[in-house]
């Protein structure tokens, strides 16, 4: 039996408020000088950039949990879902989805106490994956084929305070910074006919009480939060800071390196209490809590807009809360990381680390022109023997730029992967030369044509497994060639 040490929320508040109690003894009782509106403003635009995916994980926990009339609405809280179907543009609640993996979605509560994983063998070629994400959406942790591998396993998923024994028979644990964790699993499809293999595959996945595999009574049960209801929209308007101060009454204690940030917060009056009252502050305060959201929203365009030539930036705004924090300052200059965190939620919420996955992203044209196929078709050229290198799969999916979802068309056809090199044509030097437009290439077949819509899109090629040239950046994706069509 081995014993899981942590550090524990308990301990760490007893030594802020003594650290706390030091600080009022020394400061001779002066009253905290008032908020100015300039002030407040900094401090808004600071909260926005933090909170952004937070609060984009109360939208995702609404629509999959708590809102059973959702179109999207999945189960319970600690319930294992999946669906052994590939998702199509009527998916709306996240933006940049996959279609290459049947997904198992679900929210787990781990405050009463902690939930045990177990997953069946796994065919050696087949990848999968349990993606685990804490409520700042980092990747705390995975299980699966190029962490755990692909044989039998149980899973211990713990919340912070837990510190209990490790029980027999489980193979790991697996620890989050937050009591809410959500999870993606990922199972790859190899082709329409693998479906049932699929389905068959997510039926012996299983989730249940740390109590129920031990055979012991229940802990007593924990009452639910208050959670607000969901407005879309909320997250681009002063309304954002009030679900802020919800989410983080679910965090409780700040993260390593945010105690300051959070003092600034309880400024506005945005904390774990749950208080903030925006009616209460005065005009001048609340119209610099609306500039700052607009300036916060703005920090995290002009950063991917910065950042629009590296196609391998999504190998950096995806991870733990570890890695982030140390890439944010060698990579970027940052002093935190929550702005990779914001633009990652924004961008592409619940990516992959990038020992799983990378996310070459095609903005612009080789010209450096944003992609719009109202009169233009493109290609996209992989030479003889340089397809992206990986040690599972890639593929090429297609959005639209306004919606952040896939694109209705007559195929039904979302993505050309490496599954499909069966179908592919290739040119006669052994090239494969991928069309990318509103209607397939003049003279050739369908099978090289991804859809496009008569507007702006913009294309992520994923990397499942990617090779140590694909992390270092030795390897670097073809660039998008466009052909005027009139």
């Known amino acids: 039996m081995k014993r899981l040490m ?60 708590l809102d059973e009339d959702a179109p999207d609405y999945k189960g319970p809280f600690n ?16 933006v940049t989805p996959n279609s290459d993996t049947p997904y198992c979605m679900f929210w787990m509560d781990l405050r009463a106490e902690p939930q045990v994983l177990t997953v069946p063998e796994m065919e050696p070629e087949r990848f999968y994956h349990f993606q685990l994400i804490d409520l700042y959406t980092h990747n705390y942790g995975y299980v699966g084929t190029l962490t755990t591998g692909n ?64 055979g012991t009574e229940a802990p007593p049960a924990v009452s639910e939060p208050a959670f607000p209801a969901w407005v879309e929209g909320v997250q681009f308007d002063e309304r954002f800071y009030g679900y802020l101060d919800f989410m983080m009454t679910l965090l409780e204690t700040p993260g390593e390196g945010e105690q300051d940030l959070w003092t600034r917060l309880g400024r506005l009056g945005i904390g774990p209490d749950g208080t903030y009252d925006y009616a209460a502050l005065s005009p001048d305060i609340q119209a610099a809590l609306k500039a700052g959201c607009t300036e916060g929203f703005g920090d995290m365009e002009a ?19 570890a890695f982030l924090t140390d890439i944010a300052g060698t990579d970027f200059g940052l002093d935190s990381p929550a702005l990779l965190r914001s633009v990652a939620a924004h961008m592409g919420l619940y990516g992959n680390t990038g020992t ?35 040690n599972a799969f890639w593929s090429l999916t297609m959005y639209d730029a306004q919606t952040q979802l896939f694109i209705d068309n007559s195929l039904d056809r979302y993505l050309l ?14 090239a494969l030369v991928l069309h990318i437009g509103q209607a397939p290439p003049d003279g050739k077949g369908e099978g090289n044509w991804l859809p496009a819509p008569a507007g702006p899109f913009y294309m992520v090629m994923r990397l499942y497994g990617p090779k140590a040239e694909a992390l270092s950046g030795d390897w670097r994706p073809a660039q998008v060639v466009a052909h005027k069509t009139s």
């Open 6 to 65: 942590t550090t524990g929320r308990t301990a760490w508040a007893v030594s802020v408020l003594l650290g706390l109690l030091v600080c009022c003894a020394g400061c001779g009782g002066d009253a905290e000088a008032p908020l100015t509106p300039a002030e407040a403003q900094a401090i808004a635009r600071e909260a926005y950039v933090y909170g952004f995916p937070m609060v984009m994980n109360l939208k995702t926990m609404t629509n999959y949990v």
């Open 79 to 94: 319930q294992i879902v999946c669906e052994a179907r590939l998702f199509t543009p009527e998916d709306k609640t996240i």
């Open 151 to 214: 044989g039998a396993g149980r899973y211990l998923l713990t919340g912070p305070d837990w510190a209990g024994e490790t029980p027999d028979g489980i193979t790991a644990v697996l620890q989050s910074e937050t009591d809410f964790v959500f999870n993606v699993t990922r199972t790859q499809l190899f082709g329409p006919d693998d479906l049932d293999t699929v389905a068959a595959i997510q039926a012996d996945y299983d989730l249940q009480p740390l109590s129920t595999f031990l």
């Open 303 to 321: 950063f991917i807009k910065a950042n629009s030539g590296d196609p391998l930036v999504s190998g950096k705004i995806f991870g733990t809360r």
């Open 356 to 390: 799983e996955a990378i996310y070459p992203t095609f903005l612009a044209d080789a010209d450096g022109q944003p992609l719009n196929a109202a009169a233009t078709r493109y290609t996209l050229t992989f030479p003889a023997g340089q397809l992206p290198p990986v």
């Open 417 to 430: 992967n490496s599954s499909m090199m069966e179908q592919f044509e290739l040119e006669a030097d052994g």
